[in-house]
């Protein structure tokens, strides 16, 4: 069903009343296991209907509660790292950059939610409940499509002013030099690099990833494999497609996290969702905390050897901030 025609079935006060029917408490405990996520399907089904999220008669199938939790786990993840930059900055309004947005549901959820915020209507989200703050959200995708999509969604959330979304590539996106916020939902392979340095480069004050189909790592193991003449540390996950798809997705993550430590972040890994629901469920966390960190460079370091030497995507991408740095090269 066109996106245009699905905010047009039922006015906000029938779908509101639908929700509030067909929510029983039963459901409810069903959806949310007795959780305070921050979209709830009777306060927010306006929202939920609008991205997709909830069917015309209210109900959330078995194919949207899995993104439904998705989201609301990540923005649970994402919201105390937010609260601590709006303290940091009171007054400022702060700018998200969602790049490869896709469908955008990530970034529509925060501009609702910090226009929720603002009006004093998240009881829910412990870590917000006291903060207001202004937000502008820029949505990058290379996608047309998907782009239209999300700007209808914006305008039938209201939020148009606070959103704005360009169909480029990331690297010809028309960006404010300043970036409070960098996140990428599912980026494929390195273009999960491409946000990553983009935020190092700009010194955005929090960095959030969940990375997707790390190939580059793997083909390089696979080379790794041709020549070794089976005397590398790692020859039997050289030598297992599966092991080695695997642990190059590790791997992967791991150099990232090292490397984005030695240029000065906090940060973590941490499943967003289980991963009965998806494999690809990791978010990578990462906090502003200075300009580098040598320790985060050793690990780095250590990680590239024990992985055969490999230089990725993002080591490539921000080689002149490792070199201005970290100029002795340790």
């Given at each position: 069903m066109p996106d245009e025609w699905r905010v047009k079935i039922h006015s906000p006060s029938d779908l509101a009343g639908r929700a509030r029917l067909h929510w029983t408490s039963d459901r409810l405990q069903r959806l949310m296991a007795g959780k305070r996520l921050p979209l709830h399907p009777v306060t927010h089904a306006a929202f939920l209907h609008v991205t997709g999220l909830?069917?015309?008669?209210?109900?959330?199938?078995?194919?949207?509660?899995?993104?439904?939790?998705?989201?609301?786990?990540?923005?649970?993840?994402?919201?105390?790292?937010?609260?601590?930059?709006?303290?940091?900055?009171?007054?400022?309004?702060?700018?998200?950059?969602?790049?490869?947005?896709?469908?955008?549901?990530?970034?529509?959820?925060f501009a609702f939610l910090a226009r929720e915020a603002n009006a004093g209507r998240l009881p829910q989200i412990a870590d917000?409940?006291?903060?207001?703050?202004?937000?502008?959200?820029?949505?990058?995708?290379?996608n047309a499509e998907v782009i239209r999509q999300s700007r209808e969604r914006a305008e039938a959330l209201g939020l148009g002013e606070v959103m704005s979304f360009q169909a480029v590539p990331l690297s010809a996106a028309v960006l404010p030099d300043r970036l409070h916020a960098v996140m990428a939902l599912h980026a494929c392979d390195t273009a999960t690099d491409e946000a990553l340095a983009l935020g190092l480069r700009r010194q955005a004050d929090l960095l959030a990833v969940a990375p997707c189909c790390q190939a580059e790592l793997a083909q390089h193991f696979?080379?790794?494999?041709?020549?070794?003449?089976?005397?590398?540390?790692?020859?039997?996950?050289?030598?297992?497609?599966?092991?080695?798809?695997?642990?190059?997705?590790?791997?992967?993550?791991?150099?990232?996290?090292?490397?984005?430590?030695a240029l000065g972040y906090e940060a973590t890994a941490t499943?967003?969702?289980?991963?009965?629901?998806?494999?690809?469920?990791?978010?990578?966390?990462?906090?502003?905390?200075?300009?580098y960190n040598k320790a985060g460079l050793t690990s780095f370091l250590a990680l590239k050897t024990a992985s055969g030497e490999a230089t990725l995507a993002l080591e490539r991408a921000v080689q002149d901030l490792l070199q201005e740095r970290f100029p002795d090269g340790n």
């Open positions: 909830m069917s015309d008669d209210a109900s959330v199938t078995s194919g949207q509660v899995k993104k439904y939790l998705q989201i609301n786990h990540m923005i649970s993840l994402i919201a105390p790292p937010f609260r601590a930059l709006a303290k940091a900055m009171p007054g400022r309004t702060l700018t998200l950059l969602d790049a490869g947005c896709g469908n955008s549901y990530l970034s529509l959820a917000w409940k006291d903060t207001a703050f202004d937000l502008q959200v820029i949505g990058v995708d290379s696979k080379a790794l494999a041709a020549r070794s003449g089976g005397s590398h540390p790692l020859e039997v996950i050289l030598h297992s497609p599966n092991l080695r798809r695997d642990t190059a997705a590790t791997f992967t993550d791991a150099l990232r996290l090292a490397l984005v430590r499943e967003f969702i289980p991963s009965a629901h998806t494999p690809k469920n990791r978010l990578l966390l990462a906090e502003r905390r200075g300009r």
